[in-house]
């Protein structure tokens, strides 16, 4: 059986200033996100559990390919599943981070009735799987995706009358994240990249990252490597 893509991912481009993480990173790790640290081993006893376990899960692949169909790019980064594992990493804890900061929570209850809406563990598990993560974090994931929704719905995305008012909600909750990394102090180790604010996503490794004229912005608000 197919699992289609879990019901209520959202998936929104929300604008605003752009921030880059600067900054040496402590020797060993891959992200410094306020006062956690995501160690490189961390990250790649987190890659080699997934790649051990997507093999038993082909509904992941599933998944991936029906999202990749509908003009979805999962996993985060397909060439690279270091990349891809901390990019959601480092999501989750930057939306923890708002959902505190905006006097939201989710419960333990909600996230196990959310899990049987959208077909059991099984399919969180595919689902999990195929965003690059193993499936100990299928809780963990399933309560981000939770959590920003619950701010969206604060500010409004869901509800706005018309687009005008839907990028206005989209901008604040925008906003929100971006002050959640500012406080958060969010660092990545070049070797994966530099974190995008704007894109709310992990921009692209460059080869002299380390420099001001690493990057160039893109049409798309992003940054992209020079040649």
């Given amino acids: 059986m197919i699992r289609k893509p879990f019901k209520i991912m959202i998936a929104a481009g929300l604008a605003g200033a752009a921030l880059t993480a ?20 961390k990250l790649n006893s987190t890659v080699d559990e997934w790649s051990k376990e997507l093999p038993k899960y082909p509904a992941a692949q599933q998944v991936a390919q029906q999202a990749q169909a509908q003009g979805k ?5 397909p060439s690279s599943p270091q990349r891809s594992a901390l990019y959601q990493l480092v999501d989750m804890k930057v939306w923890n981070e708002v959902a505190r900061a905006e006097g939201v929570s989710i419960s333990g209850g909600q996230v196990d009735a959310v899990i049987a809406q959208n077909g059991g ?19 963990d ?21 018309d687009q005008q008012s839907q990028q206005r909600a989209l901008e604040q909750a925008a906003g929100s994240y971006q002050r959640a990394g500012h406080r958060l102090r969010l660092e ?4 994966y990249g530099s974190f995008d604010f704007q894109r709310m996503v992990l921009g692209p490794v460059c080869p002299t990252l380390s420099k ?16």
């Fill in 212 to 227: 001001p004229d690493s990057g160039t912005p893109t049409t798309s608000g992003g940054v992209s490597c020079q040649a």
């Fill in 188 to 191: 990545v180790n070049p070797r």
């Fill in 73 to 77: 790019q999962i996993p985060f980064d």
């Fill in 22 to 41: 600067c900054g040496p990173v402590k020797t060993g790790a891959a992200a410094l996100v306020g006062n956690d640290r995501i160690t490189i081993a």
């Fill in 121 to 139: 563990k099984p399919a969180i598990d595919a689902n999990v799987l195929a965003q690059g993560l193993p499936v100990e974090y299928g809780r």
């Fill in 141 to 161: 994931w399933v309560k981000s995706i939770l959590l920003r929704g619950a701010v969206f719905q604060k500010y409004g995305v869901n509800t706005a009358q």
